[in-house]
């Protein structure tokens, strides 16, 4: 049975920026408290400090880590290089090709508790609220989606792949509905 519901449009802006991100936005995911700034300038590199700084306020923001972490509005890095004081941000280019980049995903979920989505307990608690919520709700599974990305960005939970969440949602749903092939008495 497929299970596919969601456009190759709403597969591609999952987990992207799709549009800047607002002033309020930024605000809430893209500040750097003095404890975020000290952090960061222990890197030796104005491009190192800026890219992790960028690292942090994304995946803060979309829940998870870019391929090309610098691959990001404008108004990001400007945000973020007016917090740490840097008028040029020329080299921030370096960032892209520098292997660190890769420590810097780990860094960042060790000190801010970032889970990885196969943490058996984060599935678990996922799969518990989607079918709660699929049982007492009449939300469509694109609307499911939805809420199940909000809700493990807010547990800091990495977002996984859109196929791996969509199929979560899509098998949930057909479980109330008795079409999966349980019994729902």
């Known amino acids: ?105 780990i860094q960042i979920c060790e000190r801010d508790g970032y889970r990885d989505f196969s943490d058996p307990f984060e599935q678990f608690a996922l799969s518990r609220w989607l079918y709660t919520r699929s049982w007492y709700s009449a939300d469509s599974p694109s609307v499911l989606f939805d809420l199940a990305t909000s809700r493990l960005v807010e547990r800091k939970v990495l977002l996984p792949g859109a196929t791996t969440l969509e199929r979560l949602v899509a098998y949930k749903g057909l479980y109330k509905k008795g079409q999966a092939g349980f019994i729902t008495e």
């Open 1 to 105: 049975m497929p299970v596919a519901f969601l456009s190759a449009d709403q597969v591609a802006r999952y987990g992207r920026y799709n549009q800047d991100p607002t002033t309020a936005q930024l605000a809430r995911y893209f500040y750097l408290d003095a404890a975020d700034r000290h952090w960061i300038r222990r890197r030796r590199d104005l491009y190192l400090q800026m890219g992790l700084a960028v690292q942090l306020g994304t995946v803060r923001f979309l829940g998870t880590f870019l391929e090309k972490p610098l691959a990001v509005p404008e108004c990001v890095i400007t945000f973020i290089a007016e917090q740490l004081g840097y008028a040029d941000v020329s080299g921030i280019a370096l960032y892209s090709a520098s292997e660190t980049r890769f420590d810097h995903k």
